[in-house]
């Protein structure tokens, strides 16, 4: 069954009377478990799509199945408490906030849940351990090098064992050495904890990881 | 409360700027109250007053007196009940002299620490008057007795400690009112009570004694001070007030007669409409830091637009992210208010307890100034409002802010 069905889905941007047509048309499955790499040019719409398949955005057209939920016809606040059951969002830069140490953001999406605070606090080191920075869990992201920091992120983004991961260019702002370290945790959560994985990349050494490439250009897919 | 940590985490953020808010707001709080303390205090002692009493002084002002021939007179004028005759002493405990536990009679040296209202009147027509003072029939019998005896209220009584027999001595710093020989002795003749509910508003920090002791004791110079006239209809307060100072519009001291009210209150409207000042300033405090906060506020969001674009990709609502800011500003607005309500009460208790100010303020019946549990409230209410007000607006920006264009802040 596809944990991801996209389909037939239109972005349209308007600005006064212009209007950007962003995605077109553009129907995309990925499989339970799959791990699949969205890579075009830049402005192909590869981060809008990853956007709607978060449902950090809405389409203007088409429907976007998530772990068999329509996101693009769920309300803000339905749509709000479905991401933070079923979707784990890694960001290019990390996000992570800057006042809270690394347990406490990795706590950050647990704070929605009804666990009590000793319960978040064993789950969010949990989470820690699994991309092994257990030994961190409370040093603050200043403290943190940043395939550090990418890997508190990761945590956060899998403390509530969501069904679908995605990763927005997880290791543009990564050195090498870095960047294959998240690779190789990011292909774990794929592989041990069958998590289904899609990831916009430029990277090709990310893209030869991925299971699945799909090629968007001008909107559409090219595969 | 499980945000708490969060929120707290947030004010350490930048501990310079949140500082400097909390100072701001507290410095709201404590203006609030404590103004409004001083005006609740001066309305509790117009409460004090009767529509029956009337006040009759010179009408150049109160610092000259009034003839001592003047009282017959003003008794004679249709609708008085009676008359007494009224004269601030402006006395004060003799200072302790080194060595010695008690104060020194002899001592020219005055103690402001612990000054109280003292008045010298003509006791019989002055408490037939005031029903508000309480008084055993065999207390009154004693006090009327001794010339050198004195009716104190029982506030006054606790503070010193002093009992029915008890002496002490009073100085005062107007020259008229001074013995060649040192301060005048006291005996406490009588203790008053009132009761609380019918008069709440009676001062029983107060000590009256006889005119007539001081008259005699200075060489019988003196004049009245003022005369507290008793009306027997409180309807009639005009005309009889007319009538009495048309007796003496002919005069070499003319005299001016108002309400006990109005008397009272123009003690305080020698510093002007101080109502309208006070609250003046209240309301211009208060909007300043308004917008010092919403200022905090407004650059707090701004600064976090994409840690609010990642807690809505969390799963947080924008309810839930409004929330979150609104309840920062609540959180500077409340420890602010706090800080500005404890030094209200430390303020007021400073200056009730500093010699000097402590005297200046019981000589205009403000020496119970405190904080009222009421007024309190209503600052810390201020406080609620304005970090409400302040965060309101960043925060339904924070609200309407879509995801993408969030996450998309450099």
Redesign the interface.
């Known amino acids: 069954m596809a944990m991801v069905d996209v389909r037939n889905v239109t972005k349209v941007y308007r600005k006064d009377a212009e209007e950007l047509v962003v995605l077109n048309g553009l129907s995309l499955q990925v499989e339970e478990g799959d791990y699949a790499a969205l890579m075009g040019p830049s402005g192909s719409g590869k981060s809008t799509l990853l956007n709607l398949i978060a449902g950090i955005d809405k389409p203007t057209s088409g429907d976007v199945m998530v772990a068999g939920t329509n996101v693009a016809a769920l309300g803000e606040t339905e749509l709000a408490s479905f991401r933070s059951h079923n979707v784990g969002f890694i960001f290019q830069f990390y996000n992570l906030i800057p006042v809270l140490n690394a347990t406490e953001n990795v706590e950050l999406p647990l704070l929605l849940t009804h666990l009590s605070k000793a319960e978040r606090r064993e789950r969010a080191l949990t989470a820690l351990k699994v991309v092994g920075l257990a030994d961190r869990a409370t040093h603050y992201p200043r403290q943190l090098s940043g395939g550090q920091e990418q890997r508190v992120a990761i945590a956060r983004a899998i403390v509530t064992d969501p069904k679908v991961i995605v990763a927005d260019e997880p290791t543009g702002d990564l050195d090498s050495k870095s960047a294959t370290e998240i690779l190789d945790l990011v292909g774990t959560l794929n592989k041990d904890f069958k998590k289904t994985i899609v990831m916009v990349t430029h990277d090709p050494r990310a893209a030869e990881r991925a299971r699945t490439q799909h090629h968007l250009e001008k909107g559409v897919l090219k595969d | 409360m499980?945000?708490l940590?969060?929120l707290l985490?947030?004010l350490?953020?930048n501990w310079f700027r949140t500082t400097l808010t909390v100072l701001a707001m507290a410095l709201c709080i404590f203006l609030f109250c404590t103004l409004q303390s001083v005006l609740a205090q001066i309305n509790l002692l117009l409460e004090g007053t009767s529509a029956k009493r009337l006040v009759t002084r010179n009408s150049v002002s109160i610092v000259f007196d009034v003839p001592l021939a003047y009282g017959p007179r003003i008794q004679s004028v249709p609708g008085v009940e009676r008359v007494a005759i009224s004269s601030w002493f402006g006395g004060s405990l003799p200072a302790k002299k080194e060595g010695k536990s008690e104060p020194d009679s002899s001592s020219s040296t005055t103690d402001w620490s612990n000054f109280f209202q003292n008045l010298a009147v003509e006791m019989e027509p002055f408490l037939a008057m005031y029903p508000e003072y309480q008084l055993p029939p065999e207390q009154y019998q004693a006090l009327l007795a001794d010339q050198r005896g004195c009716l104190i209220g029982r506030k006054l009584a606790s503070k010193f400690g002093w009992k029915l027999g008890d002496s002490f001595f009073l100085e005062s710093f107007i020259p008229p009112h001074r013995k060649p020989d040192g301060p005048f002795e006291f005996v406490v003749r009588g203790i008053f009570d009132t009761d609380p509910v019918k008069y709440s508003a009676t001062d029983t920090n107060i000590m009256l004694f006889h005119f007539k002791y001081l008259y005699e004791a200075t060489g019988r110079q003196l004049s009245a001070g003022t005369y507290y006239v008793e009306i027997k209809d409180p309807n009639q307060a005009g005309e009889v007030s007319a009538a009495i100072d048309r007796l003496f519009e002919n005069s070499d001291a003319q005299t001016h007669t108002e309400t006990e009210k109005a008397f009272q209150a123009s003690f305080v409207a020698m510093a002007g409409n101080l109502a309208l000042l006070l609250n003046g300033i209240g309301v211009a405090v208060t909007f300043t830091i308004l917008l010092v906060v919403a200022n905090t506020m407004s650059i707090a969001v701004r600064e976090r637009r994409?840690?609010i674009?990642?807690?809505?990709?969390?799963?947080?609502?924008?309810?839930?992210v409004m929330g979150l800011v609104v309840a920062e500003s609540l959180l500077i607005a409340a420890i602010g208010g706090g800080l500005g309500i404890a030094g209200s009460r430390g303020i007021m208790w400073l200056v009730t307890n500093t010699p000097g100010i402590k005297g200046a303020l019981a000589g205009i019946g403000l020496s119970e100034l405190t904080l009222q549990p009421l007024v309190a409230l209503l600052g810390f209410a201020v406080a609620v409002f304005l970090g409400f007000a302040a965060g309101f607006v960043p925060a339904l920006g924070a609200y309407r802010a879509?995801?993408?264009d969030m996450?998309r802040t450099v």
């Open positions: 499980k945000f940590p969060y985490k947030h350490r953020r994409k840690e674009g990642v807690l809505k990709t969390l799963g947080f609502t924008s309810a839930q879509r995801i993408t996450l």
